[in-house]
């Protein structure tokens, strides 16, 4: 998998990937805004293809997962699990004990990605996200503690 470290610079990339899987697009600028914010890191796959990124936050002792995608023509290929798997480790590596994340509880998807990985729940936070033309759906708290890091 080519999976690089994010830079500012690679946040159109980033954008690109984003909007490939997401129907609410982040842009550019926002990314490039969250990626130089404390604590936060990425990485781009694919290189200017862009066929996947991810987004993550370490506050304290703990990571957060902001945003995850995957090109529709990428999924199932394993993309997903190196993302996620990449950014628990660079997490770890700066001091997490337990990464955390929102997942929408109709996205089988990423509730299966993440449940693979040992992620577990740990609340619910209902009516979370909106929907157009349909009933808000709750979103799932789940959480993962991390393994400290061997010296
Ligand atoms: C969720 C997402 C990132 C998964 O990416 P992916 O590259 O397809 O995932 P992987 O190939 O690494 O899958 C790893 C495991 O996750 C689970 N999984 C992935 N897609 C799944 C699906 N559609 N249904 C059920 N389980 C699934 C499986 O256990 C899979 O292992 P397997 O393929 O050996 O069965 C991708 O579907 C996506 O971008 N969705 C839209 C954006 C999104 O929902 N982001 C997450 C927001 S919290």
Known sequence: MNLVWAQASDAAAMARAHAAAFETAWSADDLAALLTAPGAFGFLA???EAQGMILCRVAADEMEVLTLAVDRRA???GLGKALVTASLAAGRQAGATRAFLEVSADNAAALGLYDSLGFRHAGLRKAYYARA??????AIV?????????T
Do not use: T
């Open 133 to 138: 033309d349909a009933p808000a759906v709750d």
């Open 142 to 150: 789940m959480h993962l503690d991390l393994a400290p890091v061997r």
């Open 75 to 77: 999924r199932r290929q």
């Open 46 to 48: 694919g290189g200017a």
